[in-house]
């Protein structure tokens, strides 16, 4: 029973040294003096309210992406005992001592580090070279713009991160189903491949870029399982029922779950509670939960009330008058009431409130017992501040001349008389004598005389676009033709920029068109039977397209159609499957195109001189990509390689 103890236990393990180094020198490139600048640099401005938020656990919405990578950076405070405290209110300001900039920065430089081995597993998945992976590797580990961009509180870094391990787990996944399926790594590798794609598109929307390509390529996998004569129906069912959870259900269930997590950890009220609904407001602390605190729960004759309309846009915001009256005439010379001004203002404001008049009562307090206002009822509503009556009359409203006006009615002695009888609508009612409750009751006004309906809007003002100084469009992305200063010394010279390595973006982009031209020759080729390349390097050849050069298409053709302002860090997720595919091209052009040992000695001297002129590159870029050095005027001047370069030189 105890033989074996009597036995050495032994533990075997195959480690990839080249992962192990490549690792290393990630770690070292992405953390080497990491608390530098200690300043607040370009977007960490933008990231780090919301960090401070997640610290004092008050409630926000960001609208330019969901909840993930903001919380992956609020772990990095969190971690570092960061309190929330300190005023992110322009870049350049000085971090305080209770500032934990370390860790604050850390997750995205270990994604930036964790990216380098990733990029040689990825090639090496795609059962390309050694040398090719290498090359692959060392790219991302010396392009200057990645460094930038992992060295800061950003979320373009673990983006990339994950866009990667998506497609590192899927080829891993894809290349055990060939020996081992439904095996264990078999089941991790395909779980990972959805949980990193949930993760991608939980730190930037960008991210559903990379799980479509994913979805694309299992597809086509799974189509050409369906066709394998081998697997019986129950195999083949399984296989797909399998990749539907991993791929489709897990992935939806952790973005989710995101969301789950972010509105448990912030519970108090902030300044975004406006845009959310009133029973939503009311379940955090502080805020209208505070106000509410004790009030009835049902509205009564004489009840004040705010009346706050859920579906407008830009913003939800409150029926609201004040004692300015409608011009006599509007410019397009229509005429109006001359009554006060009802409109829809989106802050909190005395002038929101309205009294819940009883027609029949000229009091305007509540009655003893109350009197419940139910479904069907027929109200006035009296404006708080200044006592004038909510009223609608045959006029054209200011902005919609198909819609009645809505006013304070104003008694001009005039042959105008007061419309201002309402009957009270509730939607989400349960019968048809339910009575109208605070903050659950979703209500709409019937105005009696001509049975419009009251709506009301937020008025906004079209006004002139404005360009940032560094927004950019996607071709310039292609061509290098922008930079982005993203931090300058208070007192020297030293800056850090988001500028590219002029040889590898050029080269990159040189290398997905030859994919293209290359993919259409060989295809054009194999229509008229004529296969140049085995079989074998003709499906790794596919694959290694599909995913890298549609991972750039996917990741950079749609910014053409947005209409947001774009910067050049909007191209790094694209150009990251560009770098994977450059040493894929070149490999194939000396495996395939070079006919002799003579010209693969020639292409291999090449490839050798062009990759140390990349090190070049960004070894002269380097105090643009670290700025931790201070630059003459001339030396500035010198690194301007590009007219359009907007480098930083004081006078």
Not at 15 to 28: F, Q, S
Not at 345 to 372: A, M, Q
Not at 503 to 512: D, E, M, N, P
């Amino acid at each position: 029973m105890l033989e074996f103890l009597k036995r050495p236990m032994v533990v075997t393990a195959d480690i990839n040294l080249h992962v192990v180094a490549l690792t290393g020198v990630g770690l070292l490139s992405r953390l080497w003096h990491l608390t530098y600048p200690r300043a607040v640099v370009f977007d960490e401005l933008y990231y780090g309210q919301y960090i401070s938020f997640y610290m004092k656990r008050i409630f926000f919405v960001d609208d330019s992406g969901p909840p993930f990578g903001h919380m992956l950076l609020a772990l990095g405070g969190y971690l570092g005992g960061f309190d929330g405290n300190f005023l992110w209110n322009r870049i350049g300001a000085e971090y305080t001592s209770n500032v934990p900039v370390w860790s604050l920065r850390l997750l995205p430089a270990l994604a930036g580090a964790l990216s380098v081995p990733m990029a040689y597993q990825i090639v090496s998945e795609l059962q390309y070279s050694h040398c090719a992976a290498m090359g692959a590797a060392l790219l991302v580990l010396i392009e200057n713009a990645l460094i930038t961009q992992s060295r800061l509180m950003l979320l373009e870094s673990p983006l990339i991160f994950f866009n990667l391990l998506a497609v590192l787990s899927y080829l891993k996944f894809f290349n055990s189903q060939k020996h081992s399926p439904f095996s264990l790594p078999w089941w991790f590798w395909l779980t990972l491949t959805g949980v990193a794609c949930a993760c991608a598109v939980g730190v930037k929307y960008m991210g559903v870029f990379t799980y479509l390509l994913v979805l694309g390529v299992a597809a086509v996998h799974a189509w050409q399982l369906i066709g394998d004569q081998t697997l019986s129906n129950v195999c083949v069912f399984c296989h797909l029922l399998s990749r539907a959870v991993a791929l489709l259900v897990i992935p939806v269930v952790m973005y989710l779950l995101f969301f789950y997590v972010h509105l448990t950890l912030l519970y108090r009220s902030g300044p975004h509670d406006q845009i959310m609904s009133s029973p939503f407001q009311a379940s955090l602390e502080g805020g209208l939960a505070r106000i509410t605190q004790g009030q009835p729960l049902e509205v009564a004759f004489g009840s004040q009330v705010t009346l706050r309309n859920v579906f407008g846009k830009p913003l939800p915001c409150w029926l609201h008058s004040h004692q300015n009256a409608y011009p006599m005439i509007y410019e397009n010379g229509r005429g109006s009431s001359h009554q006060q001004q009802v409109t829809c203002y989106p802050f909190k404001d005395v002038n929101n409130w309205w009294i819940v008049k009883d027609p029949g009562r000229h009091e305007l307090v509540v009655s003893n017992p109350p009197k419940p206002v139910r479904h069907g009822d027929v109200v006035q509503l009296v404006h708080g501040m200044t006592t004038r009556f909510l009223n609608t009359h045959d006029v054209a409203a200011p902005l919609s001349p198909h819609a009645q006006e809505i006013s304070c009615y104003v008694d001009y002695n005039i042959s105008m008389p007061a419309q201002n009888l309402w009957r009270l609508d509730i939607v989400n009612r349960e019968s048809d004598r339910d009575s109208w409750k605070t903050i659950l009751s979703e209500v709409r006004f019937v105005h009696v005389n001509t049975s419009a309906v009251l709506k009301w809007r937020m008025l906004t003002l079209r006004t002139e676009d404005t360009e940032h100084k560094y927004s950019s469009t996607p071709l310039d992305w292609l061509t290098l033709d922008t930079n982005i200063a993203y931090w300058l010394h208070p007192r020297t010279s030293a800056q850090i920029h988001l500028v590219g390595n002029v040889v590898i973006w050029t080269s990159a982009s040189l290398a997905t068109a030859a994919y293209v031209l290359l993919f259409l020759w060989y295809l054009l080729r194999r229509r008229r039977r004529a296969c140049d390349l085995p079989e074998d390097a003709w499906l790794r050849w596919l694959l290694a397209g599909g995913l890298c050069a549609g991972g750039w298409a996917l990741n950079f053709l749609p910014f053409f159609l947005t209409e947001k302002t774009l910067f050049l860090y909007h191209y790094l997720p694209a150009l990251t499957f560009q770098v994977l595919l450059l040493p894929i091209v070149l490999q194939h052009v000396g495996d395939h195109l070079c006919r002799s040992q003579l010209q693969r000695s020639l292409f291999s001297a090449l490839v050798v001189a062009w990759y140390s002129s990349a090190c070049r590159t960004s070894y002269t870029l380097r105090p643009l990509t670290y700025g931790d050095r201070s630059l003459s005027p001339g030396d500035l001047q010198a690194l301007r390689w590009r007219e359009s370069w907007d480098i930083l030189i004081r006078k």
